[in-house]
């Protein structure tokens, strides 16, 4: 109301609060969750999809339970992986952690 006719207050009254200093906290709050916690996720996800995508047969991997193989065969939501000599298995896709550099497997 205080648009075209000031506000009159009681001696010694103070003015209500502002709203927009009132909200101010929580923008702050959701800004800072946005920049440290939000952003840094959605981009670990996006390089995790890219890698996932980009796997060939070939690559040596390890699944986000441990386990170290080689890719054999790519279907769309399955990776067999060659574990052991002769010993095959299938592991989702999503599951796949990190791509090794070649030779690690005879290495360990």
């Known amino acids: 109301m205080g648009l075209f006719i000031q506000d009159a207050f009681a001696q010694g009254a103070t003015p209500p609060p502002d709203p927009l200093f009132s909200i ?4 702050l709050v959701f800004v800072v969750f946005y920049f440290f916690l939000i952003r840094p996720q959605t981009k670990r996800q996006k390089e995790h999809k890219e890698m996932v995508a980009k ?11 441990g386990v170290l193989g080689q890719v054999t065969e790519i279907g769309e939501q399955f990776i067999e992986l060659e ?15 990190t791509v090794l550099p070649k030779g690690t497997i005879k290495s360990a």
């Open 55 to 65: 796997l060939a047969v070939g690559d040596e991997v390890v699944t986000a339970g």
């Open 83 to 97: 574990v052991a000599a002769g010993v095959r298995i299938k592991v989702q896709r999503h599951t796949i952690g």
């Open 24 to 27: 101010l906290p929580l923008v």
